[in-house]
């Protein structure tokens, strides 16, 4: 699997966990556990490369580890996270601008 097509398949996924989260559809476990699971798929692709190839890849690791950092949970209980993170979706959907502080950067081994 290229690095693009995992982005791409992971975005999608991960704004379906988060919205799910928020909207009550499913536990902040599931949320955190899926974002586990992206990145032992991510070490997988054994990436060497820690910049990101475009902003779309770059949010992306931001809410990464942005959920890793203050756990799913925190999409309920801090409703600026909760604004950070809605700024990161609705910039993957296109409604929105690239998050002023946004950091992402790929994880590698």
């Not at 820690?50 to 949010?59: G, L, M, Q, T």
């Not at 756990?71 to 409703?79: E, R, Y």
């Amino acid at each position: 699997m290229i690095i693009e097509q995992f982005i791409n398949e992971k975005v999608t996924q991960t704004i379906y966990y988060i919205q799910a989260v928020i909207n009550k559809t499913l536990h902040h476990t599931e949320l955190d556990q899926f974002i586990l699971h992206a990145m032992e798929e991510w070490t997988l692709l054994e990436v060497k490369d820690e910049v990101p190839n475009n902003a779309k890849e770059r949010v992306f690791w931001h809410v990464v580890h942005e959920i890793s950092l203050h756990g799913a949970h925190s999409l309920s209980d801090n409703l600026f996270f909760k604004s950070e993170i809605n700024t990161c979706l609705d910039f993957f959907s296109g409604t929105g601008s690239y998050p002023v502080d946004c950091i992402g950067w790929r994880p590698i081994a």
